[in-house]
């Protein structure tokens, strides 16, 4: 293969489209939301009262009324049509972390050579898929493989397009007969319930006015590379596995930290400003763009929305990137470590809770009042993450997220929290009892002699903390790119549930007894900060020290592999959790435990498989091929030489792949868990091998004989 015709080809295969992108005011006025079915454009379309019946059910989580289903699904199929659409389908979320969909048209024939277009309210309410072929982790035996879909109106029905027509998408949930959730949507919503139960006591307390309802806000920052698309249909591994399972440390990495913020390729600023105007119509707030650390890496983040909708939103950023970055002769990736070597990428979940009247309430307010407020959710969430380490490390493990987790460029396995030191300055103030005002400047008096201030701006960043406050909200670091948000934000939302309900046993028992609310506030979170403080920490996660500190002093978990994490899923105490709180029964838990083995058995198998069959097929030919193009030269000193160190490279290849093979072949045993742990223990490591000797052959072997996209290209040609 010419390698020079690839690198030009590769570089100019850009086939931009030149339609012009909508102005700014065009955004605003026309563009924003078009393809949303909204409340607001279904108040035309539907009788008062029906719009009326299905605001309560979207707004304050009433039951929906079926009898409205009929009006709803018939000014839906209208909209939708005039939009383009041909098809509908219940879009929902199983247990694999993407969506599924499947397309049914709203044609129906009417007898001789007629067809109508009819779509109707028990099509709108419910479908019925075939749940055998998604994974149930054992909830569904095979021979009841009755699953449906039901519609979730909480979160906007949308039109998706394609080269030559549309969809309208109905977000659903998705679950056995038996009413158990086969998705991550539905506890999702579950979670959000239970949250809004365990809150509002809370916020009764601090004098909220009735009907206040609370839910949690989201917004998520996704981190993707992009390769030129020739280049990924040459890696079978790209393909097969979405990372590279070979590929030498090119001469120039990422340490001229030139690339991060820098100025954004003509090619890629292009191809985000066409994803950017798809995303607007599908109405989601998409903010920021930038070059991430790693060339070739990118991000893309948008404003913090409710998390059911940011959930369904942050799915359709995925697929949108995915797609738009092939009509630019682009491939976007979204594995958490596509390129040994440089960073990988992350999904930072930025968590708030707010209520419906639109108080954020991590936000240090304005008042004292508010600042206790802000006080007691930030202590819960302290207590909250302390308790449930493990459960915040299971809910991001999966195979990928374990190359980048622990790594010196994304957050630590290790769950802690950083507060920023003025949070902390307060929080150990109220500690040793002094309240009272900061020293640093700009910070706003609480107006209490047992409370301290609280700065208006909170919160300096630190990029090497799996949970960070950052100023009104908590960040999540550890989120990997390619996961669904779901999961994680409902584990958010349960523990955090869990720990406003008994801190406000606690604040209650205490006004009970008489305490005035300052002072009953104060002891809570003083008891509280003392009992958790050592989940706090604001240091560099990334140093042996804080390791060696974080487990022997602290007493933190250091749940190393997804493995380690998952094995802690379903133990008693988060089996509790999630059952007293109505979000996941045992066996729904179970499941998920079931399949996050399962389906990090497959990810690691594909990639043993695939590494053996790309090293056998691909890279020793390559290798040999140059030996005999060497064997005819051989009366040279060079040639001798080189031939001396390919040849042992070649050899050391050669038994690595055997060795693969038969890790490749024995599985490890019948059961998935054993599986899994194989494929960790024994077939990483074989892999690991194959790769350190093809690596070493890449920098011997003539570039005109290399059958791979090297780093070199791929990252670095745009
Ligand atoms: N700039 C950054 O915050 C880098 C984050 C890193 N890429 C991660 O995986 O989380």
């Known amino acids: 293969m ?8 590769a570089a100019r295969n850009w086939r931009v489209e030149t339609t012009p992108s909508a102005s700014p005011l065009e955004v605003v006025n026309d563009l924003f939301a078009s393809d949303v079915l909204t409340l607001e454009q279904l108040k035309a379309r539907l009788s008062k009262s029906a719009h009326k019946s299905l605001q309560a059910t979207v707004e304050r989580g009433a039951q929906l009324d079926a009898s409205i289903a009929d009006t709803v699904a018939l000014a839906m199929k209208t909209w939708a049509m005039e939009k383009g659409a041909t098809h509908y389908t219940h879009w929902f979320q199983p247990l694999t972390g993407s969506t599924a969909e499947k397309h049914d048209s709203f044609l129906n024939p009417a007898g001789d050579g007629v067809a109508i277009m009819s779509f109707s309210g028990k099509e709108l309410i419910q479908a019925e898929p075939d749940a055998s072929s998604f994974p149930s982790g054992g909830l569904r035996a095979t021979f009841e493989a009755r699953g449906y879909t039901a519609w979730d109106p909480s979160s906007p029905a949308f039109i998706i397009r394609h080269a030559n027509g549309a969809t309208l998408c109905i977000p659903s949930v998705f679950a056995s007969w038996t009413g158990e959730a086969l998705d991550l949507k539905t506890p999702l919503l579950r979670s959000i319930e239970a949250l809004n139960s365990a809150v509002t006591p809370a916020l009764e307390l601090f004098g909220a006015s009735a009907g206040t309802r609370v839910s949690s806000s989201l917004g998520a920052e996704q981190e993707y590379f992009l390769i030129a698309e020739e280049y990924y249909y040459r890696r079978p591994d790209l393909v097969m596995t979405g990372r590279t399972l070979f590929g030498a440390q090119p001469p120039r990495g990422q340490e001229l930290e030139d690339h991060y913020f820098g100025a954004i390729p003509d090619r890629v600023l292009s191809f985000m400003t066409d994803a950017e105007m798809q995303l607007y119509a599908l109405g989601i707030p998409v903010k920021t763009r930038h070059n991430e650390v790693a060339p070739g890496q990118f991000e893309i983040a948008p404003i913090f929305e409710n998390s059911n909708i940011a959930a369904d939103h942050q799915q359709l950023i995925m697929q949108v990137l995915r797609t738009t970055a092939r009509k630019f002769g682009l491939v976007c990736l979204m594995h958490e470590k596509p390129f040994a070597g440089v960073n990988g990428s992350g999904k930072h979940c930025n968590w708030s809770m707010s209520t419906n009247a639109g108080e954020n309430l991590l936000e240090p307010g304005d008042t004292p009042h508010e600042n206790m407020q802000f006080l007691f959710f930030c202590t819960a969430v302290l207590k909250a993450v302390d308790t449930h380490q493990d459960l915040l490390r299971a809910c991001v493990a999966s195979a990928s997220n374990d190359h980048r987790l622990g790594a010196n460029e994304a957050p630590p396995a290790i769950i802690s929290i950083f507060l920023g030191s003025e949070l902390t300055d307060i929080f150990d103030r109220i500690v040793s009892g002094q309240g009272g005002s900061g020293k640093s400047a700009g910070l706003m008096g609480l107006g209490s002699s047992v409370l301290p201030e609280i700065p208006v701006h909170a919160g300096d960043r630190n990029r090497t903390s799996p949970f960070a406050f950052t100023g009104n909200k908590f960040e999540f670091r550890a989120v990997g790119s390619s996961q669904s948000i779901s999961f994680p934000i409902t584990v958010l939302n349960a523990i955090v549930a869990e720990s406003v309900s008994e801190l406000t046993a606690e604040l209650k028992a205490k006004l009970d007894a008489g305490q005035s609310l300052d002072d009953a506030v104060a002891e809570v979170v003083k008891g509280t900060y003392q009992k958790y403080q050592r989940i706090v920490f604001n240091g560099d996660g990334y140093s042996e020290e804080w390791h060696t500190e974080a487990e022997k002093e602290r007493g933190l978990l250091n749940l190393r592999t997804t493995l380690d994490a ?49 090293a056998q097929t691909q890279i020793l030919p390559a290798a040999l091929t140059y030996l005999a193009d060497l064997g005819r030269v051989s ?35 019948e059961e998935v868990h054993e599986k899994a742990h194989h494929m960790r223990d024994h077939v990483l490591p074989a892999m690991g091998d194959v790769r350190t000797a093809a690596d070493k052959l890449e920098k011997v072997v003539s570039s005109k004989l290399w059958p791979l996209p090297t780093y070199r290209q791929m990252l670095f040609v745009k």
Do not use: C, H, P
Request: hydrophobic share 40%; no cysteine.
């Open 2 to 9: 010419n390698q020079d015709f690839d690198v030009n080809s």
């Open 566 to 614: 998952v094995e802690q899923l379903n133990n008693d105490k988060n089996t509790a959790l999630f059952g007293k709180l109505g979000i996941l029964n045992e066996r729904e838990l179970g499941a998920r435990q079931e399949i996050m083995f399962d389906i990090y058995f497959k990810t690691v198998n594909i990639e043993g498989e695939t590494t053996e069959y790309m």
């Open 635 to 669: 009366g040279s000193k060079a040639a001798q030489g080189v031939t001396a160190e390919v040849s042992a490279a070649a050899d050391e290849l050669f038994d690595a792949i055997q060795a693969l093979r038969t890790q490749n072949q024995t599985l490890g045993g």
